[in-house]
């Protein structure tokens, strides 16, 4: 069985095929294994994770905000960011605010020691990325949206369907 490229119309082999998955996969493990790396230095440096660095560093550009925006701008689900908020509290980086009539509305701000914090952290890790990616050309920035965009829906129709068990496949298993 061969895929077919859609551009020219050519066959492709399974070996040509498995290499380029093969090549896809390696280069995302890569992207991830940076990020850990960027984690496990900022913890050892700083006591820090990223979550909690990002939460600090939202917090400085757009000022005081509920946790739910914390959340959505961070791309964490609300209980984890309860946690980082917690944490972050108990080390005196941020408080809990009550500005409204409703006492159950909470905003989120940073103190002194945050900002502090906050203007002399270390960059996160993707800002060497966002550089290198604002020097593209146009036409290739558009190629990475739409190669990126591809790959996470075929992670979130995966995602949707928790049942379904991943087929076995002797690419990926030649990969773990």
């Known amino acids: 069985m061969s895929a077919e490229d859609h551009n020219t119309g050519h066959v492709r082999s399974h070996n040509e095929v498995d290499s380029q998955v ?6 995302i493990r890569k992207l991830v294994r940076s990020r850990e790396l960027y984690t496990k230095e ?18 400085n550009e757009m000022g005081p905000i509920p946790p739910s925006k ?4 961070i791309m964490l689900n609300s209980s984890t960011v309860t946690g980082v908020i917690d944490r972050l ?3 005196g980086f941020l408080k809990r605010m009550r500005n409204s009539k409703d006492r159950r509305v909470i905003t989120i701000a940073l103190t002194e020691k945050g900002r ?3 203007n002399n952290a270390p960059l996160p890790a993707q800002e060497q990325m966002i550089d ?3 020097r593209l050309p146009r036409r290739e920035r558009v190629r990475i949206i739409q190669a990126l965009r591809t ?10 369907n928790p ?12 990969l773990s």
Not at 22 to 27: C, S
Not at 46 to 53: E, G, H, I, P
Not at 70 to 73: G, K, R
């Open 42 to 59: 900022l913890i050892r440096k700083y006591q820090l994770s990223a979550s909690r660095l990002h939460c600090i560093l939202l917090l």
């Open 116 to 118: 502090e914090l906050a």
């Open 70 to 73: 914390i959340a959505q701008h």
């Open 22 to 27: 093969k090549e896809i996969i390696r280069l």
């Open 163 to 174: 049942s379904r068990q991943p087929a076995s496949s002797p690419v990926m298993s030649s």
């Open 89 to 91: 509290e108990n080390e």
């Open 132 to 134: 290198g990616i604002k």
């Open 151 to 160: 790959l996470t829906a075929m992670v979130e129709i995966e995602n949707s």
